[in-house]
């Protein structure tokens, strides 16, 4: 028979505290003094189990990666991860990305990586959509002039609406791709998702998209 896994409470997450930030909008403005260092920071919405996010912070120690996701047992296993190599350049925060004004300040992220979010396909829905106009407003004010949202779904509509909102609201689209694992891309960077989705013979969709240069 097999056996339900026990649920992660939230009590449990604050034993890892050298790991997951328990109070994140404590460090608005101040994630350089969470990390002890003036390197640049690094965002994921919906980190999952963590592989993504891991993996580039093992390949880049001179940058802090900041991994957002709302399911206890999925942040657990990324901390496992993380914990078990022993990363000093990482950090996850059990919270909603529909707050990340709360979390960050603005022009305080250089990048922003959105990985196979929520497609919230009727039309209705479309304001939940993580890359619709709502957010990149907010995105924009976030991220450091210049910098980037790099954005992967295995969802053509979403990707077809996340274009013409990117187009939309100014940001310049670049390196576009219909089909990421059958272009010549190098060294492609995956996640738990999208390794299930190539395996199935699925698409993959990406694009970056360089956010508008404002004022502070």
């Known amino acids: 028979m097999r056996t339900r896994k026990k ?111 929520d497609p919230w396909p009727k039309k209705r829905w479309a304001k939940r959509r993580l890359i619709h106009g709502n957010f990149l407003v907010i995105y924009n004010r976030l991220l450091n002039n210049g910098s980037e949202i790099h954005f992967k779904t295995d969802n053509e509509k979403l990707f077809e609406f996340s274009l013409n909102e990117f187009c939309q609201y100014d940001y310049k689209l670049k390196n576009i791709t219909f089909d990421l694992h059958n272009t010549e891309a190098p060294d492609i960077v995956t996640t738990e998702y999208e390794d299930k989705f190539v395996s199935k013979g699925m698409r993959i969709y990406r694009c970056e998209a360089v956010n508008r240069e404002t004022d502070c």
């Open 7 to 117: 649920a992660i409470t939230r009590d449990q997450l604050t034993h890892y505290d050298n790991y997951i930030c328990t109070n994140p909008e404590d460090y608005r403005s101040k994630w350089h003094e969470y990390f002890s260092n003036d390197n640049k920071i690094h965002v994921e919405l919906g980190t999952g189990r963590g592989k993504f996010l891991i993996t580039l912070a093992q390949r880049n120690p001179h940058i802090n990666y900041i991994g957002l996701e709302m399911k206890e047992p999925l942040i657990f296993d990324a901390v496992f991860k993380a914990q078990n190599i022993r990363l000093n350049n990482i950090a996850f925060l059990h919270y909603n990305a529909y707050n990340l004004e709360k979390t960050f300040s603005d022009k305080e992220v250089d990048l922003l990586f959105i990985n196979f979010c």
